[in-house]
Every structure is written in C-alpha cells, then in structure tokens.
C-alpha cells in the first residue's frame, strides 16, 4: 500500500487532503515496467485528435500571422516568401513534438533518478482526480511554480502515473540546445521560447499565435511558469504578463467557452541548486545549459534531498473569476483574426489573474520544519551563529513557538517532516533537519552553527572581502529556505513594522504606512493589486487571533503576546528593510544621477561590502543582486527612478530628492504617504 500522510493544518485553499507518495509503490517494481505501462488517458471531449505537425501548419495557415508576415513585408521592404520562410523557421525552432516513446524514456529516466535524490513525492490525490475531470471538458493552464529545475517535467511524470493527457511546457530556448537532451525534451512536449524578444514584432506573432492555438485546439494542456524565471532566492517572483495575456485572448474573443487554471505548488525540504543559487545572486555567473555540465552535476545524485510535495490546486475557471472585470463586447468590434494589443482593462484582468495564480501557489506550499528553523536562526547575528552557535534545545523550543504562530496563521506544514518519521518527536524532526541540511549548518557540542563553505588553497591569506564573500554564501542558502515561509507571516509582519514605523495606533494612520510598505516591497513579496486594504483587514484579523493585538474601529493596540511575537515579525524583514535603506543612501550619496543596470550592481555590492566589512551593515542579504534589482524596481513603480532608453543600454535617471523621502518613510522620520505607483506590465 502507497505511504500516505496527512498535511498539518489546511492545504492551499481546501481542507485537510490525503497526500500519497508515488515512489512507494514503484520501487518496487521495475523501472522499465513502469515506463512501458498501458498508457490511454482520456481524450478531451470537444477536441479533435491533432498531431503535433497538424498543429504547425494550423498555425502557420491562420489568418492572424498571413496579416502579420504581410505587415512585415512591408516593413521591412522582404518579399512575402522571404518573412514566411522566417516563419517556418521560427516555429521549428520553437515548437514541441510530444511523442509517447519519448514520454516513456523520460519516465523511464526520471523514476531511476527521483529514486536516488528524493525520500519521497507526495502528490494529493484529489486535486490530480480534479485535473483529470477538467482535462477532458476544456483547455486546461497548468502553472506551477518555479524553484528548481526538476519542476521542469515532474508534473509530466506525475500525469504519466496517473494517466491524465501530458502537457506541452513552455520553457527557454537555452534547453533547446542541449545536445540529445533538448530533442528528448521536445519529444517530451517542450516548447521552446527565446529569453529576450523585445520587439521582434514577428518573433510575437509565431508565439502568441502557437499558444492561442494550443488553446482553441484543446490540443493538449498547457505548462507554463507564471513567474517567468526559476526563483533564486525560494520567495515567490512577480509574474510575467505576456503568456498569461496569450492564453485568456481566446477566451476574450469568444474562441472558446472556457479556460481551466490550475495552480500547481511544489515544495521541496532540500533544492539540488542551493549553492549555485546563492553564488548566483553574489554575482558569480549562472553556468550555461549544456548536456556536459548536466553530466558534471550527476554528483548531486549522491545527495539526499528529503521530500518533495506537490499540491494540485482547484480548478478555477477564467469565466467565473473574469465575470464582472472585462467586457468581452469590445472583442466583437474587430475580425479576431486582426492583431490586437490588450487594452487597459484586460491588462489588469491579465494582471490580477496572474498575481491571484502566484498567491494561491504560496497558498498551495507546504513549509517545511527547516524553513521554521531557519527563520529562528536568522534572528541570531551572523557573526554569534558562524562562532557560538545556537544552543540546540533553543532553536527546538523557538521553532515550536513559531509552528503554533504559522498555524494560527493558516499555514500548512508539512510536519514532521519527511516519510518514515510520522512517530518522530519534535526534537528528532528537527536533528533530522539539520542533518539533512548539513551544506548549511552543523551541529557540535548541543549547539548549532552555520557552516561556511572551505577555503580553497591560497598562497595568501583571504581578505575581508573575499571573507565577506564567502559568509554571504552561507547565510543566502539559509535564507533561501526562510523564504520558502515568508508568504505565511508577510502581511502581519507588514503590520507590526507598520506600528513601529508609525509609533501610531491609530487604524487609519497604520492602514497608510501599511500601503506604503506594500508599495515599496512590492517586488519582494506577491500582493494581489487592489486588496491593500484586504490584506490589512487579514493582518488585523491574524494578530487579534493570535493575542498579540487589540482591534477595534478605530485603534490597533498591543495585546498580551504582542511584546513576543510583534518582534519577532518585525525582525523577520530586518534584513530587507536594511538592505533597502542601504540601497536608498547609495543612490543619494554614492552614485551618479544617470546609470545603467550594469553600473549599479557591482557598484552597490562594493559599497554594501564595504560596509559589512566595517560593521556599519548588519545584513548579509544586500549583496543580493534580487534585492537589488528589486530595490530598483520598486523605485521605478513608485517614480522616484525612471528609465531612459538608449541605441545600447537602458539608462535610469534617480530622482534623489524622491529617493531620500522614501527612505525618510521607511524610517519614520516622516510620516508615510501612499504613493502613485506606475503601471507596471510585466510582459
């Protein structure tokens, strides 16, 4: 029989669900049983059988990109032949080849290697029941969330399994070039897309017009990453428009009744990257895809990396969530076959939907005892955690402290942990953490330390620098599984800065400094555009239920175990609060008015080391490139940077006037202000 678990408190947006771990059964049987399994999943009922070729020419015969290739032509001054022939070439680049002997070597391969890195994947049952019952009766969106490279064809794996029809996945065009890999890859349903298309006016046109065909045609369900990009860090990214726009158009035109999302949430106790994700925030360039280097990382298949869970969500239908935000009239004033750019109102339907997609992946994780723990252990300053330790017992009691916060929270874990430990206690659950995150931290003596990385052999001493360097590695990896829980205590943790930034407990005065701070971590943290005063509601409503406030119409006081937990909330954005004040003071005193990204990373993490190295910064986390990245980001939504753009580079102009009242804000030198954030259209 299948282990089964189930998860502590609720999961995603259902009740208590049964999770089953696919890799039980199927050690033992073969694995070449197991990839030459009956495979007939039922077929999509309004859809006609379509073979991948079938799919290209219908693309490549519609009306839409005959009106583009002719646009073009004239354009460019090309003949007809000569854009089409540009055309073909574009779509056989780009385009999958889902082929079943494929599918079955993948499986084949995947099962031997999830054996070896994993102890277990827990799949909920019912929400793979729901996916199958939804695959049959319309397009489905699958959209998972992106941590690791094993999302890429998990999802895949796990339908095989199950019998339900396999996607095409949207992935990038670097994959594609993988010698062997890449054409397994696109005879496993890989479709793939050029990183930067700028204005490639014909490059859109192949794309967009591939995927609304997928769509019309039912052809298969179809994967993609909302967020764009695998997450450095392990916290949720800003989702990316474009495809979202892509695959609601034909449902605003009325090309079909109904689009099905299902938000899929993937959570891992230990990602295969850890090190390289940290090193890549720091600068060190992320190694290219290439069947070579993936021969080089089989070493990681000698690592234990604990569990992994995914979480099939509820299927929502774009009808029902749409009802009421967009006029589809407008659609029936031009041919559908005519290019159309969206409009205002359905780039904030695409918006909202996407951002409600992100959210309801966060909703879907489990969080893990070891992200817990490592929210406890940053707490301690880095110096005290790499030379003194945290006591054991210590952690093990402030992390079931925090457990039973994360539960009145809503927070669904995963505890205790990991398979063959259901009847663990709690002090094991946690020894079998740190030990299982023995490239992050060890313990010795009753205490745990973090662990830094080995000095390579050096004729000469490190210098304060390359130590710095080598510290911010190590705390970046025990970042990173904070992260994994950030989602579950941001908004009350938003609050309690809120207090402390205000020394108000006036309701209206908190609800603005609380607007203003989701403003200005807006790219740090996923909020849904327009709920602020939702979120503040749910903020209130979290930290009343936990006692740590009183809340009444018209003052926000502190309650019994405020003095314990509002703390604890405001030093969990600490370090994104020094990070970002950093990078504010850098800009007014550092830096030229006029720069381009390039200049200004480098730039930043020199002044930011500078200042660790002197102890004026206590933070680590702002030598992250995603930090500052976003730091920039932020202040191009609110105004206070704009951008310039140039024949080469983008350039951006700091308005430092802005900048210093923002960081004044953020201080409480001033009161906050809700600032007119810029439209922000993430294609």
């Known amino acids: ?176 070039g993988m010698k062997i890999v890449g054409e397994i890859l696109r005879g496993s349903g890989a479709f793939f897309i050029r990183r930067a298309i700028g204005s490639d006016k014909l490059y859109w046109a192949v794309l967009s017009e591939y995927v609304r065909t997928i769509v019309r045609k039912g052809f298969a369900p179809l994967e993609f990453f909302v ?32 689009v099905t999302l299902l938000p899929i949430s993937i959570s891992y106790d230990r990602v295969l990257e850890e090190s390289l994700l940290a090193h890549e925030l720091l600068g060190v360039p992320k190694p290219r895809e290439s069947t070579a280097g993936l021969l080089k990382a089989s070493k990681v298949l000698q690592e234990n990396y604990g569990c992994m869970h995914v979480n099939f969500g509820r299927p929502l239908s774009v009808r029902r969530l749409c009802e009421g935000k967009i006029n589809r009239c407008q659609y029936n004033h031009m041919p559908r076959d005519l290019p159309q750019k969206p409009n205002a109102e359905a780039q904030a339907c ?81 020894s079998s953490a740190v030990a299982l995150h023995r490239s992050v931290v060890y313990r010795k003596a009753g205490r745990v330390y973090l662990l830094l990385a080995d000095e390579p052999e050096r004729k000469h001493p490190p210098s304060p620098e390359e130590d710095t360097m080598r510290t911010a590695a190590a705390v970046l990896m025990l970042a990173s599984y904070r992260n994994q829980s950030l989602h579950v205590f941001v908004r009350p943790a938003l609050l309690a800065l809120a207090m402390s930034v205000t020394k108000s407990t006036q309701r209206d005065e908190l609800l603005t400094c609380f607007c203003f701070l989701q403003d200005v971590f807006g790219n740090e943290f996923i909020f849904i555009p327009g709920r602020s005063s939702e979120d503040f509601e749910e903020a209130c409503s979290l930290l009343k239920k936990c006692k740590a406030l009183h809340v ?22 600490r370090p994104f609060v020094d990070s970002y004040q950093l990078m504010f003071r850098f800009l007014c005193e550092e830096s030229d008015c006029v ?71 953020l201080a409480g030198r001033i009161p906050p202000q809700i600032t007119q954030a810029a439209p922000d259209a993430r294609l």
Request: glycine letters at 6%.
């Open 1 to 176: 029989m299948a282990n089964t678990y189930r998860g502590l408190g609720k999961i995603g947006l259902q009740d208590e669900e049964e999770f089953v771990d696919i890799l039980e059964d199927k050690r033992h049987c073969s694995d070449l049983s197991f990839a030459f399994r009956t495979f007939s999943p039922p077929p999509h009922k309004g859809a006609a059988p379509c073979s991948a070729a079938e799919l290209n020419k219908a693309v490549l015969e519609s009306q839409y990109l005959r009106y583009v290739i002719q646009e073009v032509a004239v354009e460019t001054g090309s003949s007809v032949e000569e854009v089409r022939g540009e055309v073909r070439r574009t779509l056989g680049e780009m385009s999958q080849n889902l082929q079943l002997r494929f599918i079955r070597l993948m499986a084949f391969t995947f099962r031997k290697v999830f054996k070896r890195l994993f102890s277990a994947i827990y799949v909920n049952v019912e929400g793979l029941n729901a996916l199958q019952q939804a695959a049959q009766e319309g397009p489905v969106i699958l959209m998972p969330n992106h941590r690791s490279y094993v999302d890429f064809l998990v999802v895949s794996y796990i339908m095989f399994s199950y019998d339900i029809p396999l996607p095409v996945i949207a992935a990038g065009i670097p994959l594609a």
């Open 227 to 258: 967020e764009g990009l695998r997450s450095r860090t392990l916290k949720s990214l800003p989702p990316k428009l474009g495809m979202m726009h892509m695959i609601l158009e034909p449902f605003f035109k009325g090309e079909v009744f109904d």
């Open 350 to 430: 695409g918006s909202w939907l996407a951002h409600l997609m992100v959210r309801v992946q966060e909703e879907g994780s489990l969080t893990s005892p070891w992200s817990l723990m490592a929210c406890v252990l940053l707490q301690v300053p880095t110096a005290a955690l790499t030379e003194e330790g945290l006591l054991f017992h210590q952690l093990t009691e402030q992390t079931l402290w925090l457990r039973k916060l994360a539960l009145d929270f809503g927070a669904h874990l995963s505890w205790p942990g990991g398979c063959a430990m259901e009847k663990a206690s709690d002090p094991d659950v946690m």
């Open 552 to 573: 009444s119409q018209r003052e926000v006081t502190v309650s019994d175990a405020g003095p314990e937990v509002l703390p604890f909330l405001q030093e969990l954005l």
């Open 595 to 665: 720069f381009t990204e390039k200049e200004f990373l480098p730039a930043v993490r020199a002044f930011a080391t500078k200042l660790v190295v002197s102890g004026e910064l206590p933070t680590y986390e702002a030598l992250s490139s995603d930090v500052q990245k976003n730091v920039l980001s932020a202040l191009l939504r609110l105004g206070a940077v704009t951008k310039i753009k140039t024949s080469e580079n983008n350039q951006y102009k700091v308005n430092k006037t802005a900048v210093r009242r923002t960081g004044d804000m």
